[in-house]
């Protein structure tokens, strides 16, 4: 009943490795988000994306760049890993929420946990 | 930026209490929603209220919301071991498709 995979839930790597974490959704979702977590900083949205092709940067989007060639995935990259991008990584999904009507629930994959030494 | 504030950041209870959680935020929103994280898990729906609501319940657990004090609160009733985890309120101001989330309050239910 997995519905948000993220490929990977614990990488370590080594600084200036170039990193890709993988999500995938199976549930039609126009809308994808990849986040940050940090303890005592909550999560902190990196960048998003409301439809294929299309990217949006969030707060924290330096080191950062992501890649949404097929609508179910979503694909977040370290182009040079550093020590502070330690951190749980957590990727969502949520429907279009255009219109009065409309609410941003987002359903989230499992983490990816990872390690820059 | 972090838009929801929690209150408190951790939060010891006994099992069969009740568990009270406190959200505050900055700007006018269109709703406010829960979620639970277990350790080392993703984040997971409890709840949405929106801006033109005061109350909802949902099993155990109550929000309100007073848009005057930019503040919501999370209520769980007859507080089980399985509780335990971490609650996130997160606002939706309703445009950008984006959710702001608070850095959460650790739940800690002992049995």
């Known amino acids: 009943d997995v519905k948000v995979t993220q490929s990977s839930r614990y990488l370590v790597k080594r600084t200036g490795e170039k990193v890709f974490l993988e999500c995938v959704q199976d549930m039609d979702h126009e809308n994808m988000f990849w986040y940050r977590q940090d303890p005592g900083l909550g999560l902190r949205l990196i960048y998003f994306?409301?439809?294929?092709?299309?990217?949006e940067k969030g707060d924290i989007p330096e080191g950062y760049s992501v890649s949404r060639e097929k609508k179910e995935r979503f694909s977040l990259i370290l182009e040079s890993a550093s020590t502070n991008q330690t951190s749980m990584y957590l990727c969502?999904?949520?429907?279009?929420?255009?219109?009065?009507?409309?609410?941003?629930?987002?359903?989230f994959g499992a983490g990816s946990r990872l390690t820059v030494l | 930026s972090q838009q929801g504030e929690e209150d408190p950041q951790a939060l010891s209870i006994q099992e069969g209490e009740n568990a009270t959680m406190n959200c505050s935020y900055k700007?006018?929103?269109?709703?406010l929603q829960w979620y639970r994280q277990n350790s080392g898990r993703g984040l997971v729906h409890l709840i949405l209220?929106?801006?033109?609501?005061r109350e909802k319940h949902s099993g155990r657990l109550r929000v309100t919301l007073d848009t005057s004090k930019k503040s919501s609160s999370l209520l769980i009733t007859a507080s089980r071991a399985a509780d335990t985890a971490s609650y996130f309120c997160?606002?939706?101001?309703?445009?950008?498709?984006?959710?702001?989330f608070g850095a959460g309050t650790i739940l800690r239910v002992k049995s």
């Open positions: 209220i929106r801006s033109n609501e």
């Open positions: 969502a999904s949520s429907l279009s929420n255009w219109g009065f009507s409309g609410a941003n629930v987002l359903t």
């Open positions: 994306s409301y439809d294929v092709k299309m990217k």
């Open positions: 700007t006018s929103i269109n709703n």
């Open positions: 997160a606002t939706d101001a309703g445009y950008g498709n984006k959710l702001v």
